[in-house]
Each structure stands twice: as structure tokens, then as C-alpha cells.
């Protein structure tokens, strides 16, 4: 009785929907109803209910309403890279499986590319030099965070650095969650989604009172919760039932007695605000006097539970009890909302939040204005909402990938301006070659961040997230002390050398950078190859980025010197490199050099590798490091 009631419900709405054109995709699908079970993990505990389900057909990645698939033609090496950039941190994908993915057709590639696999080998290859066996480990933030603070005999991190690593320590989180993003054999994809989850959508602050156990709990329970791939609803849960919330908002105090709610607001807001980007326009004096006041009601009765962490108000979780709890429905978005626990009160308010009209308008802009284009025009929202209404179950993971290979994310109108974390990452990510060379970085990393305020788990909007790209674009700032920290710092991409506890470790450009088509090395090809690989597309490699690239790639010296040997300060100008023809020639002849990356001499390799770093330098310090276009 109850599935056949169901389902005349789910028959007449997709009627509507398709006589309103909502989504005739969805309306034309096969179905069933099911009964299965649903995953909530709260506090690291996994709790299930049955409940009744439309099962539909699934549809492929990249072919949502609204996301139409690129073509071949667009599904290129480059478009690959820009999607490593935007959602992986550069990730470490060798030449070889880009273009394999490239090869492939994008729904497909995509499903290879980003995923919430606790390992993610084709995404993040290890080298002969990791032996740290990350590949084989668990990844969460808490396991990866115990290894590296350890004195297992597999750990490479240095012993004076181990420390920096433990739980305990106040940097401990962000020196770990820098780690894991950096770190091969894992996933930079989950780990670039932890970080939106975490410091944007429903942020925490280390620096507002949430404990470093709190933190460390909560990172590790959102993305398990991702990882089980069920509806989205599910990772907002997780995330407002967390002791980090609690803490945060302080609702870990409220009580309801005696028809009175000794409770604060504030979360209550947020959760419908920040979570699902229902603000109340439509009816701001029901949203701000039922459905907030109501959502304050149902979030009591909570209490910590402390399992390590050294003090009560630390704690790590939280029990959900029916004291100081209402024991009747509350009203919330023109439904009754009932259960005995906050638990179940907000696990059914979260299955009606998904489908508010409010969140079915703002949320999916949320998730890819926080994630991957900085400026949404009235088109783009539109088909954002098309394929985001379009999923019966709200998949985040199906609606990322329909994106990912979409004509929208390969918009040349798109734009993502990178924050100081991106793009330190990024770099980091395409310049490493290993873990080895990953752990000995971390800490000059860490200062980079603090450097420019943007530690991880420390929004400098507290509750209303971290630095944006935009921000960081317009401040002149953060724009000096990232050209100083490759100008000034001697900072580590100059540098051919590490002394690694003792062990020299030589940087070798040639075991990454494969040859041109006579085996050699020459400058010309350096050049497009470390360019491709840092700014993903070749379009604004222009004469005068060559011209300066092959000059310190073939001399180690700027163009100037090379141009003018006798006046080395004077300019050689964009009209020079195009209209000179003896200009032209001594750039071309400085192309042609082969360097000595696979010499069998040890001193001409490591000045070559030098030069690389040179060159890295030069190339990151351009504004194309700063943000990234569409195609």
C-alpha cells in the first residue's frame, strides 16, 4: 500500500515535470521504487534507516540537462589538464595517462579522473622513490596524520618535522591536510573537495574554538560520507551533526523545556543558509519566525562525548538524547518535522531542504561558484539549475563529473582566480617528482600560507569560509609576497639539490620530461612542455614568455643578456621579437640548444636542472599562474 501510494506520487510529479519541461530526461527514465537503506554517519558512527526510494536508470557522466558533453575535438590534453588543475590540484597524472584520458571520451575518462576512492593510482602515481607505501594505507586525515607524526621505519618524513604532524599539535591539521593533498598514492581530488567542505561550504575555524580533534573528526567524517555516494542531503548531516558545528555555533548547549527554547540561533541560520542557500526571500518573516526558530528546537539535546581529546569541551563527538529535546514534530519550511532525537529531526528536514526551491536555485551555484568559476552569468546559473533539478537523488559526485566534461566548464567565458592554497598546491604538485621531495617541502609550504593568511581550517571569514580567488586577485599583497617567494626566498624551485637527512637527492627533470622526436632536449621543447604543464593550455604562450624561457633554459641568464650582451639592462620588446629578424634569429638559435638533462656528466645534469628551476620560476610568476580560463 505504501509503495503504490508512492508511487503516484513520483508518477504525477514527473508528469508536472515534464508538462513543465523541467526535465524530460528524468521524466522518460525507467524506475522502481526500492527499499533500502540509508547511510547518515554522525560523529564517525554509521547509522541506518529504510527508506523508500525511486530507483532510476542512471544516466552517464556528461549528460545531464542542461551540461552538454564536449566534443573529441574540445576533450583534449589541455582540457584534461584543466580539469586536473580546477579539481585536483594539478594532481600527480603523468604525460602518459593524460593522454590516454585524453584519448578516451570524456564521460567516460571522468569517471577515472574523480572519484572518492580512498586511493586514486591513475590520479596520484607513485614513484620508485616513495617508499613510504601510501598506496596501500588508509587516507584518512587521522591515519595519515598518525604515520607521519611516527616512528614507523616506512616514515620519510624528517625526525625533526614529525612533530608538526601530531594531533595534538596546533598545526597539526593544516600542516596535515597540506600533506595529503600533496601526497601520491592518495586522492587530491577528495582532498580538493574536503578543503570546499571544510573551509567554505559549512566551514569550520580552528582559531573560533573548534578543537584540533574536532577538526580532524569532522574532515574525516564529511568525505566518508562522500565516499558512500548516496545523496547529498547526507553530507550536510554529517556535517551540522558534528561536534566542530556544535562547538562552532554553540548549539551543543541548547535545551527546550517546558515550551521554551534556552537556545541560540545561529547555526539554525546557517544551516539553512550556508548548507542548502535557503535565505527566506520568498517569505522572510515565516523563515525567520517558524522555520529558524523551529530548526533551534530540533538541534537540542546534544552533548559531548569525549573519546581522546584531552578536555569535555574538546571532544571529538557528540551524543544526541531526548533530554532537553522537544518530543513533538516541529514545524520547518511548511512541513512537520518529527523524531526523537536531533538526529532524526534533521536527517528528515534535510531530505525536504534538498528540494526547497530556494536550494534547488542556489545550491548547485554554490558548489561550482565555490569550486570552479569565479563569475556565474544568467546562462550558466540556468543550465547549472537544469542539471542540478534534473537528479531525482541530489548525486554530487555525478553532477561534478557532468561539469567537469561540460561545454560550460570549457567555456572560454569561465574563470577561476586561484586562492593562495590552490595555487601553491598546483605548483607543488606539477614541480614535485615525489613524496621523498613532498615531506622535506612541507614546512616552507605551511610558512607560504601563513605568509599570505590562508592556513587550512582558519577562514578568515570564519563561518562564512576562506579566502576567495577574487580576493586574492585584487590583493597586492599576496601578489608581492608571491613574486618574493620566488625572487627573494631562495625558495625551493630554484634549487637542483635536497640534503635529506643526510642523503643528497638530485632533481632530474629528465625521468618526467620526456624528449622530442630526435631523443634530444632541446630549449624549444623544454619550454612548451613545462609551460603545458603548469598553465595547462598554450594559448597565451606568446614570443615574449618563449623568448624568455628559452633564454634561461639555455644560459641560466635573462633574455636582456643574451639579446644585448653589452647592455644587459636594455629592454627587447614584443615589436623586436616579432619584426626583428636578428632578434628572431638569436631567439630561434636559443631554442635550438639541447640541454644536458641526460648527460653522463653529473655537473652538466645538475646545472641543467638549475635551469629548469629557473624556468619554473619565471613560469609561475606570470599572471596565467594566477587564474585559469575556460578553452
Request: net charge negative; aromatic share 14%.
Given at each position: 500500500m505504501v509503495n503504490r501510494i508512492i508511487e503516484r506520487i513520483i508518477f504525477f510529479a514527473l508528469l508536472v515535470a515534464a508538462v513543465l519541461g523541467i526535465s524530460q530526461q528524468v521524466a522518460a527514465l525507467e524506475y522502481e521504487i526500492v527499499m533500502e537503506p540509508k547511510v547518515i554517519i554522525v560523529n564517525g558512527i554509521p547509522r541506518v534507516r529504510m527508506v523508500p526510494r525511486l530507483k532510476l536508470i542512471p544516466l552517464p557522466a556528461g549528460l545531464l540537462p542542461g551540461l552538454p558533453m564536449v566534443n573529441h575535438s574540445t576533450w583534449d590534453e589541455s582540457a584534461v589538464r584543466k580539469v586536473l588543475h580546477t579539481f585536483a590540484f594539478g594532481s600527480h597524472a603523468t604525460d602518459a595517462q593524460i593522454k590516454t584520458w585524453a584519448d578516451m571520451e570524456p564521460n567516460i575518462a571522468i569517471e577515472q579522473m574523480l572519484n572518492f576512492d580512498d586511493h586514486n593510482l591513475r590520479l596520484s602515481t607513485p614513484t620508485s622513490l616513495d617508499t613510504d607505501l601510501i598506496a596501500t594505507r588508509p587516507t584518512t586525515m587521522r591515519a595519515l596524520a598518525d604515520f607521519w607524526a611516527s616512528d614507523d621505519p616506512t616514515?620519510?618524513?624528517?625526525?625533526?618535522?614529525?612533530?608538526?604532524?601530531?594531533?595534538?599539535?596546533?598545526?597539526?591539521?593544516?600542516?596535515?591536510?597540506?600533506?595529503?593533498?600533496?601526497?601520491?598514492?592518495?586522492?587530491?581530488?577528495?582532498?580538493?573537495?574536503?578543503?570546499?567542505?571544510?573551509?567554505?561550504?559549512?566551514?569550520?575555524?580552528?582559531?573560533?574554538?573548534?578543537?584540533?580533534?574536532?577538526?580532524?573528526?569532522?574532515?574525516?567524517?564529511?568525505?566518508?560520507?562522500?565516499?558512500?555516494?548516496?545523496?547529498?542531503?547526507?553530507?550536510?548531516?554529517?556535517?551540522?551533526?558534528?561536534?566542530?558545528?556544535?562547538?562552532?555555533?554553540?548549539?551543543?548547549?541548547?535545551?527546550?523545556?517546558?515550551?521554551?527554547?534556552?537556545?541560540?540561533?545561529?547555526?539554525?541560520?546557517?544551516?539553512?543558509?550556508?548548507?542548502?542557500?535557503?535565505?527566506?526571500?520568498?517569505?522572510?518573516?515565516?523563515?525567520?519566525?517558524?522555520?529558524?526558530?523551529?530548526?533551534?528546537?530540533?538541534?537540542?539535546?546534544?552533548?559531548?562525548?569525549?573519546?581522546?581529546?584531552?578536555?569535555?569541551?574538546?571532544?571529538?563527538?557528540?551524543?544526541?538524547?531526548?533530554?532537553?529535546?522537544?518530543?513533538?514534530?516541529?514545524?520547518?519550511?511548511?512541513?512537520?518535522?518529527?523524531?526523537?532525537?536531533?538526529?532524526?529531526?534533521?536527517?528528515?528536514?534535510?531530505?525536504?531542504?534538498?528540494?526547497?526551491?530556494?536550494?534547488?536555485?542556489?545550491?548547485?551555484?554554490?558548489?561550482?561558484?565555490?569550486?570552479?568559476?569565479?563569475?556565474?552569468?544568467?546562462?550558466?546559473?540556468?543550465?547549472?539549475?537544469?542539471?542540478?533539478?534534473?537528479?531525482?537523488?541530489?548525486?554530487?559526485?555525478?553532477?561534478?563529473?557532468?561539469?567537469?566534461?561540460?561545454?560550460?566548464?570549457?567555456?572560454?567565458?569561465?574563470?577561476?582566480?586561484?586562492?593562495?592554497?590552490?595555487?601553491?598546491?598546483?605548483?607543488?604538485?606539477?614541480?614535485?617528482?615525489?613524496?621523498?621531495?613532498?615531506?622535506?617541502?612541507?614546512?616552507?609550504?605551511?610558512?607560504?600560507?601563513?605568509?599570505?593568511?590562508?592556513?587550512?581550517?582558519?577562514?578568515?571569514?570564519?563561518?562564512?569560509?576562506?579566502?576567495?580567488?577574487?580576493?586574492?586577485?585584487?590583493?597586492?599583497?599576496?601578489?608581492r609576497k608571491h613574486i618574493s617567494s620566488r625572487t627573494e626566498s631562495g625558495y625551493w624551485f630554484n634549487a637542483p639539490a635536497y640534503d635529506f637527512s643526510g642523503t643528497i637527492y638530485l632533481k632530474d627533470w629528465a625521468a618526467f620530461m620526456p624528449p622530442d622526436a630526435t631523443s634530444q632536449y632541446t630549449v624549444a621543447h623544454a619550454a612548451e612542455w613545462l609551460w603545458m604543464r603548469f598553465i595547462a593550455d598554450m594559448k597565451n604562450y606568446g614570443p615574449l614568455e618563449k623568448a624568455h624561457l628559452y633564454a634561461l633554459l639555455a644560459s641560466g641568464q635573462d633574455l636582456s643578456r643574451q639579446i644585448y650582451p653589452s647592455n644587459p639592462g636594455q629592454i627587447v620588446t614584443l615589436d623586436e621579437l616579432q619584426n626583428n629578424p636578428t632578434v628572431i634569429a638569436a631567439v630561434d638559435a636559443l631554442g635550438a640548444q639541447v640541454m644536458d638533462l641526460g648527460s653522463s656528466d653529473a655537473d652538466d645534469r645538475l646545472t641543467a636542472n638549475g635551469r629548469v628551476g629557473q624556468a619554473v620560476n619565471f613560469i609561475v610568476t606570470t599572471p596565467f599562474m594566477l587564474a585559469q580560463e575556460g578553452r
Open positions: 616514515n620519510p618524513v624528517p625526525v625533526d618535522q614529525r612533530d608538526r604532524f601530531e594531533v595534538s599539535d596546533w598545526g597539526g591539521t593544516y600542516y596535515t591536510w597540506t600533506q595529503m593533498a600533496a601526497t601520491r598514492g592518495a586522492n587530491p581530488f577528495r582532498e580538493r573537495i574536503g578543503f570546499w567542505e571544510s573551509n567554505f561550504h559549512l566551514a569550520i575555524n580552528q582559531s573560533a574554538g573548534v578543537s584540533r580533534w574536532q577538526v580532524f573528526r569532522y574532515y574525516d567524517d564529511v568525505m566518508a560520507q562522500h565516499k558512500l555516494g548516496g545523496p547529498y542531503q547526507d553530507v550536510i548531516n554529517t556535517q551540522s551533526l558534528s561536534a566542530a558545528v556544535a562547538t562552532l555555533y554553540g548549539y551543543v548547549y541548547d535545551r527546550y523545556y517546558g515550551g521554551v527554547c534556552y537556545c541560540n540561533e545561529d547555526f539554525a541560520r546557517e544551516y539553512h543558509q550556508l548548507g542548502f542557500g535557503i535565505l527566506g526571500v520568498n517569505n522572510p518573516t515565516y523563515h525567520e519566525l517558524t522555520s529558524i526558530k523551529n530548526t533551534a528546537k530540533a538541534l537540542t539535546g546534544a552533548n559531548y562525548y569525549q573519546i581522546e581529546a584531552p578536555n569535555i569541551w574538546e571532544a571529538e563527538t557528540l551524543n544526541f538524547g531526548t533530554e532537553g529535546h522537544p518530543n513533538h514534530a516541529v514545524e520547518i519550511l511548511n512541513q512537520n518535522i518529527s523524531g526523537n532525537t536531533t538526529v532524526e529531526k534533521i536527517a528528515a528536514l534535510s531530505d525536504i531542504a534538498i528540494n526547497d526551491s530556494e536550494s534547488l536555485d542556489n545550491l548547485p551555484l554554490m558548489i561550482i561558484q565555490g569550486i570552479a568559476d569565479d563569475y556565474i552569468d544568467a546562462n550558466e546559473a540556468g543550465a547549472l539549475r537544469q542539471a542540478w533539478q534534473s537528479m531525482q537523488t541530489k548525486d554530487f559526485l555525478q553532477f561534478i563529473r557532468a561539469y567537469a566534461v561540460s561545454s560550460l566548464f570549457h567555456s572560454p567565458d569561465r574563470i577561476k582566480q586561484w586562492t593562495s592554497i590552490e595555487r601553491y598546491l598546483m605548483i607543488n604538485n606539477r614541480f614535485t617528482h615525489s613524496n621523498l621531495e613532498s615531506y622535506n617541502d612541507t614546512t616552507q609550504v605551511g610558512r607560504l600560507f601563513w605568509e599570505e593568511e590562508m592556513r587550512p581550517f582558519f577562514p578568515i571569514h570564519n563561518v562564512f569560509g576562506h579566502q576567495t580567488g577574487d580576493e586574492a586577485a585584487k590583493s597586492s599583497e599576496i601578489f
